[in-house]
Every structure is written in C-alpha cells, then in structure tokens.
C-alpha cells in the first residue's frame, strides 16, 4: 500500500507543469484514475486492503456533476470460527475480490478557483466473491456519501483526494449470515484529467503603449539697446542677438551706434557691429511614455498580444540612449502577500528581459520592482481581477533633440 501511494504522490508531482488555473467548467468531461484503502465493517471480519478504480464525471455545470466510479479490492477473510466437529470454516483465510460500482453527484463549492472543494452523494453496489471458489458470490446494494477536495495545475489537470462513508445493505443469508447493514470506509488519491467544456473569456484592453508631449523652449527677447545721447561720441553695445538656431549652431549680432557730429555738418556716422558664432546648444524636450502588459492568472509570460507595447518602449529607448526607466509589476488579491510579492517582481522582470534581450538595451537602464496585490480594478470581478495582474510604467523623461 505505501509503495502505491509513494508511486502516485510521485507521478502527481511530475505533472505540476500546468498553465493557467481554469477550474472546474461546465460542458467538460472528467477521467479520474486513483488508489487508496478499503476499511470493512467489522461484522465482515475481512482486512483493509489498498483499491484501484477509475471515474467517468461530466460537469453539467461548474457547479454541478455527475460521476461514475468503478474501483477493485483483493482481500482475506480473518474469521477463524470453527465449525461442529473442530474444523476451520472453509472461507477462513480465503482470498476474496471485491468490485465496487457507483453513480454519484457532485456538488463543486468555488468552481473557478485553484482549490476545489466538493461533496458527493450516490449509491450503487457491492459484489464480494472467492477467487478460490466454494462459497457464493456476495451482490449488495449500496449508498454513500462524501467529499473531498480538487487542487487545479493547470487548464485540464488536478490533483485530488476524495473519502466516502459506503452503507452496504447484506442481504445473502449464505454469506456470513444475512440481513445486515454494512458501514465500510473508502479513501483515495487520484489525478482528474479535464476534456472540452466552454473555458471563461477574459476580455483584453490593450492600452495606448506611448503618449508624448513635446514642450518647446519659448527663444527670450534680447533687452532693448542702451544709448549714450553724448554729441560727437559712440553709443554703448547692444546685446548680443539670439542665436538664429536655438538648438544648433548659428550667428549673434550686437550694434554700436555713432552720435552725430558737429565736425562732419552733423551727418551720422556709420555705426559699428560685429558678430560671432553661437555654441552649439542642447535643445531638449519633456515626453511622456507609458507601458501596460497584463498577466494570465499566476503567470510571468509576456503575451504575444503585448509584445507591440514592449516594442514600442524598446524602439523609444533605442532612439534615446540616455533615458533610464522603471517598470512595475502587480498581482490580483488572490494568494498570500508573500507569493504574490514575488509574482508580481517575476513579471517586471519578464519584462525587464524582454527589452534587454531584443532590443539591447542596457540592464542598468531599466528599474523593474514588484509591488505585489494591487486594488486598483475590482478584484470581485474576473475582469478586475484580469486587470490587476499587470506590468505598468507612465513616466515623463526629459530627451534631447536629435
């Protein structure tokens, strides 16, 4: 029996390679192989011994299934009576194989979420027989009733434990005595395999991945010139004028007037000017650029939808080489505060990666934090809950001009 258990512990570990966590659906078929123990009622007098079965379910809803199970025990006898004359009764000892067969009902409580719990009522029968021959087959009705719980690693596959409490009603006066009712006890370990049924639609907003707002310096007026009114001498220099380029090079100006003078009949004088070359200038402008790649549900994946966005921040940090920028992550409410931070820090820097390793750019350029559960859309809703889980960035920067 341990060795079994061990068996499928493992196996059930090896299959946590699921995707997104779907939950129960309606429409879906259901195959649930498992193993387990078999406890009889104490009046059978015969061992616990570990079950095999299978189950077939459909889910009418995500609430509501049904199921089929079969499962199969071998087990022994442990009654040692003897009959008249001293003898061992002939079924001491034997071996027995008991086939147990069932329709069942299935409540599933929160359907959409990672971790299912469900009851199950049903009934069904019970045939105990003796592989070795010599005492009849034993066929009885049986009811029952249960639970359990389902742990989803993915779309289509969980994890699952399930007990029942069986009520077996004897009837066969030739086995053991007859007209009893039996209290046996199953409990099991299993895999649920998921087939078709209608998956929930998330609905994707996809946000403009860039704003910008260019604020262009406004040139300052050159102050009026200062003149000297002295008869016969030069007026002071006027400022010098605004470079004709005010992000490159070019050409200021400044004039120095000549008074007229008695001298010359009092015609004026040329006046004197001179120019010079302006250095060249860095002319730079405020943008603004946003980001926003949202997650499925416990993922750190880039969607393909999103890559646009991503791109479209590579382009502008290609083209910018001196801006820095930090991208933040977020999760929905569902989960602790401790896995959720560090989700939230893997999907900034899914992110972080992505501009790295495709468009080059600098790790030291990009900031990426994880700030964990975010309240922002109404986690109530799969919708909100959607929204929440998302890599955001709405930064201005200061660029220069090219």
Not at 148 to 164: M, P, S, V
Not at 213 to 234: H, I, N, R
Not at 366 to 384: P, W
Request: hydrophobic residues 35%; contains cysteine; proline residues 5%.
């Amino acid at each position: 029996m341990k060795k079994e258990m061990a068996g499928l512990v493992a196996l059930l570990l090896l299959s946590t390679a699921g995707t997104a966590l779907a939950g129960q659906r309606a429409g879906a078929f259901s195959l649930s192989p498992f193993v387990g123990g078999y406890t009889f009622d104490g009046v059978e007098r015969l061992e616990t011994r570990p079950v095999y079965g299978l189950r077939l379910g459909y889910d009418i809803t995500k609430n509501f299934g049904v199921e089929a199970t079969f499962d199969y025990a071998s087990t022994k006898s442990t009654d040692n009576t003897k009959a008249p004359g001293g003898q061992i009764k002939p079924n001491a000892n034997s071996n027995l194989s008991v086939y147990n067969y069932r329709i069942e009902g299935i409540y599933n409580f929160m359907p959409q979420n990672k971790l299912v719990p469900f009851v199950a009522i049903g009934g069904g029968g019970s045939t105990i027989s003796n592989r070795a021959g010599g005492e009849k087959s034993n066929n009885d009705g049986t009811a029952d009733v249960g639970g359990g719980i389902k742990y989803f690693i993915g779309d289509d596959i969980a994890l699952r434990a399930d007990t029942r409490a069986i009520m077996s009603f004897h009837h066969n006066i030739d086995f053991k005595g007859g007209g009893d009712t039996w209290m046996n006890y199953e409990y099991t370990l299993g895999v649920q395999f998921l087939f078709g049924g209608k998956k929930p639609l998330v609905p994707i907003v996809v946000e403009p991945a860039k704003t910008v707002v260019v604020k262009k310096a406004e040139p300052t007026p050159p102050p009026a010139p200062v003149l000297v009114p002295v008869d016969g001498k030069v007026g002071a220099w006027s400022d010098w004028s605004a470079c004709s380029a005010p992000c490159g090079s070019g050409s200021q100006n400044r004039t120095r007037p000549v008074l007229t003078q008695p001298a010359n009949g009092g015609a004026q004088l040329p006046s004197l000017n001179e120019s010079r070359s302006c250095n060249v200038q860095t002319c730079k402008e405020e943008e603004k650029i946003n980001l926003l790649i949202e997650f499925d549900f416990d993922k750190a994946v880039i969607k393909k939808e999103f890559y646009p966005n991503a791109d479209a921040v590579g382009a502008f940090l290609t083209k910018n080489d001196k801006v820095s920028i930090t991208v933040e992550g977020w999760t929905d409410k569902i989960g602790t505060d401790k896995y959720n931070k560090n989700l939230s820090q893997r999907r900034a820097n899914a992110v972080k990666s992505y501009l790295v390793n495709k468009h080059k750019i600098d790790p030291a350029r990009i900031t990426a934090v994880g700030h964990g559960k975010s309240f922002k859309y109404d986690n109530k809703t799969e919708v909100g809950r959607y929204k929440n889980r998302r890599v955001e960035m709405n930064q201005a920067v200061t660029v220069e001009k090219k």
